[in-house]
Structures are given as structure tokens and as C-alpha cells.
């Protein structure tokens, strides 16, 4: 019934999902982006509530304080202190360690502001936790979410993977148009 009444309010929305979910991987990273609002939440929500797909997502700990950590925890957030001295990487490839299945996203600029490049750690936590990473697209100019359907062939090599990254978000408008990235 949920999944439903998300896709009714997608519609209403002017929004469209296309390209496929990647329910078969059962570990898995997501980067959505361009990331410049904070509308970028409920659309994400009623994304993934309209493609009954259990994701999870990294914000700040500021936001998980009481009443609302319940709300944010429950809709699959999970809490990370930005002042604490450890690695962020290593704190989610422990989560895939420990769980036989997980699927999180990441917002890759790490900020709602406009950014000249993502933060890499997207990267590094597929990478080192040996999971796929999947590329998906939040285009307000368009009202289209796209999901790459294939996983991006990451190489190990940054320098050269970045740049093919890059251009899959290329012309990419987020809802704060000014604020995408690229």
C-alpha cells in the first residue's frame, strides 16, 4: 500500500523513476546526486518506498537527536559524528561486514552547497568492503531519478575511475540548479 501511495505522489510530483533498482545485490552502495536541497530527503524516501527496496543512509548526528533520531533511524538513518576523529570509511565497511545484507546511500558532494569535487569515500567504502557501487541520478530539471542499471567497474585507480564518474552526472540539474555539480 505504501509502495503505491509513494508512486502516486511521485506522479503528482511530475516525477519518474527510470533504469532498475538493483534488488538482486544484496550489498551494495548507492551515490545519489546531484545532492543541493534538502526536498533531495523526501524524494529519496518515496523512491525507495515506491521500489520496496531497504536502504540506508549516512546524515549528520545532529539530526538523529530526540524526538526525531526515532523517525530518522527508522526511515534507515544512520548517525555520523563529523567532529570525531574516525574513519568514515572504516566505520561502513564494518556495517557491510557485519550484515549478510546492505544497501547504503551516499550523498557523494557531502553537502546540500555547491562543491568542485565529490568526496571519495563513497568509493573507498565499496572498494574495501568488496561491494558493488551503483550511480544514480536525482534530475529535477528533468523529474527523472535514474538508476544506472549495471555496477560501476571501479578499477582501484581513482585518478582514472573519477572522471567517468563525473560524466555520468555531467548536465545533471539538481532542484537547486545553481548548486549542482558539473
Known amino acids: 500500500m505504501f509502495s503505491y501511495i509513494s508512486g502516486i505522489i511521485l506522479k503528482i510530483w511530475g516525477f519518474r523513476i527510470t533504469g532498475a533498482f538493483p534488488h538482486h545485490a544484496k550489498k551494495k552502495v548507492l551515490i545519489v546526486a546531484p545532492h543541493t536541497s534538502n526536498w533531495d530527503f523526501p524524494l529519496g524516501i518515496l523512491v525507495r518506498t515506491k521500489l520496496k527496496a531497504d536502504v540506508n543512509y549516512v546524515a549528520k548526528s545532529s539530526l538523529f537527536v530526540w524526538p526525531f533520531g526515532i523517525f530518522f533511524k527508522a526511515l534507515g538513518g544512520i548517525p555520523v559524528n563529523r567532529k570525531k576523529s574516525q574513519s568514515f570509511v572504516d566505520i561502513n565497511v564494518e556495517l557491510f561486514e557485519k550484515r549478510d545484507a ?5 550523498a557523494p558532494e557531502g553537502t546540500r552547497k555547491k ?37 560501476f567497474p571501479m578499477t582501484g585507480n581513482i585518478e582514472e575511475d573519477m572522471p567517468k564518474i ?3 552526472y555531467r548536465g545533471v540539474k539538481g532542484r537547486i540548479e545553481q548548486d549542482s555539480f558539473l
Open 115 to 151: 562543491v568542485d569535487a565529490f568526496k571519495t569515500s563513497f568509493y573507498w567504502i565499496a572498494w574495501n568492503a568488496q561491494v558493488p557501487l551503483y550511480l544514480v541520478k536525482f534530475d529535477w530539471g528533468n523529474k527523472v531519478v535514474h538508476f544506472e542499471e549495471n555496477p
Open 102 to 106: 546492505f544497501t547504503l546511500q551516499i
Open 166 to 168: 563525473y560524466a555520468f
